[in-house]
Nanobody, 110 residues
Framework: VQLQASGGGLVQAGGSLRLSCAAS?????MGWYRQAPGKQRELVAV???????RYADPVKGRFTISRDNAKNTVYLQMNSLKPEDTAVYYC????????WGQGTQVTVSS
C-alpha cells in the first residue's frame, strides 16, 4: 500500500492545520505518528475501519482523526496547536503489513 500525505505547514500557536493521507487501497487501521527532532516517533492518533479512534494524551481534546473509507483517506484536524506539536507527521496504515507515508512537516511558532 502506498500512502500520500499532505497538509503540513507553518502556523502560529493556537492555530489549526488539517492533514490528509490517501492510501492506494483499502486499509483496516490508519493513523498518524509524529517525530520531533531528537525524539522517538510517537503515536498521535489511529482510527479503525469502523471509526473507533484512539489518541495520545497530549493531543486529546485538540486533535480529531477521521476517515473516508470510500476514498481510503484519513484526516487529522489539529486545533489549538502548541509549539510542542512541532514535528514531522507520518501517516500510518495497517492492513496485511505496516505502511508509512513520506512525512509532512508541521511547525508551530510561539
Amino acid at each position: 500500500v502506498q500512502l500520500q500525505a499532505s497538509g503540513g505547514g507553518l502556523v502560529q500557536a493556537g492555530g489549526s492545520l488539517r492533514l490528509s493521507c490517501a492510501a492506494s487501497g483499502s486499509i483496516n487501521v490508519m493513523g498518524w505518528y509524529r517525530q520531533a527532532p531528537g525524539k522517538q516517533r510517537e503515536l498521535v492518533a489511529v482510527i479503525g475501519s469502523g471509526g473507533s479512534a484512539r489518541y495520545a494524551d497530549p493531543v486529546k481534546g485538540r486533535f480529531t482523526i477521521s476517515r473516508d473509507n470510500a476514498k481510503n483517506t484519513v484526516y487529522l484536524q489539529m486545533n489549538s496547536l502548541k509549539p510542542e506539536d512541532t514535528a514531522v507527521y507520518y501517516c500510518y496504515a495497517l492492513s496485511v503489513e505496516v505502511s508509512w507515508g513520506q512525512g509532512t512537516q508541521v511547525t508551530v511558532s510561539s
